[in-house]
């Protein structure tokens, strides 16, 4: 599972190096990215399921989330700024997965989003952080329709679907 949270968090740092890069040639930047001050720290929304067959799973990757982010923090951050960790539950409800969602880019202003385990949830979640262009990587929800049927820019998939 470290490994997993290991993997997400570099998919994350890839996209903070990237940014820039695609901003510089030409082509718009997430808003989440493009508004972070360089001193604050990089807030990272976990969003999953604490119900049903998702509770050992969703338990296991935030801790290896939390693992990975006490790691990156004790080198000094992604380029000197810190990783600001905040966990919810969807309690495997499309319903509350899309709130919490909402609440994590609207109050919470997280600057990106990693999970959730159910696939159901991760499409209700995929509507509300695409309008709002935040990038969310997706470690353990499979199916095909974040990534091909509902494509978004803004999902980044690190297993493979459910086609595949």
Not at 40 to 51: M, S, T, V
Not at 74 to 95: H, N, Y
Request: proline share 5%; glycine share 6%; hydrophobic share 45%.
């Amino acid at each position: 599972m470290k490994r997993l949270a290991n993997l997400a968090v570099f998919v994350f740092i890839f996209t903070m190096i990237l940014t820039p890069v695609m901003a510089q040639a030409g082509t718009p930047a997430p808003k989440a990215a493009v508004k972070a001050d360089a001193k604050d720290p990089i807030r990272l929304g976990a969003i999953w399921d604490y119900a049903g067959p998702c509770y050992m799973l969703s338990e296991s990757a935030v801790q290896g989330i939390k693992i990975a982010v006490d790691e990156i923090n004790a080198k000094g951050g992604i380029m000197g700024r810190k990783l600001d960790l905040i966990v919810r539950d969807t309690e495997m409800k499309v319903d509350v997965g899309a709130r919490e969602t909402k609440d994590l880019i609207l109050r919470e202003k997280v600057n990106f989003l990693v999970g959730p385990c159910s696939s159901g949830v991760a499409l209700a979640v995929q509507v509300v952080h695409a309008e709002s262009k935040v990038l969310r990587v997706t470690c353990m929800a499979n199916t095909e329709g974040q990534v091909v049927d509902k494509f978004t820019p803004y999902v980044t998939q690190v297993v493979p679907n459910t086609y595949m």
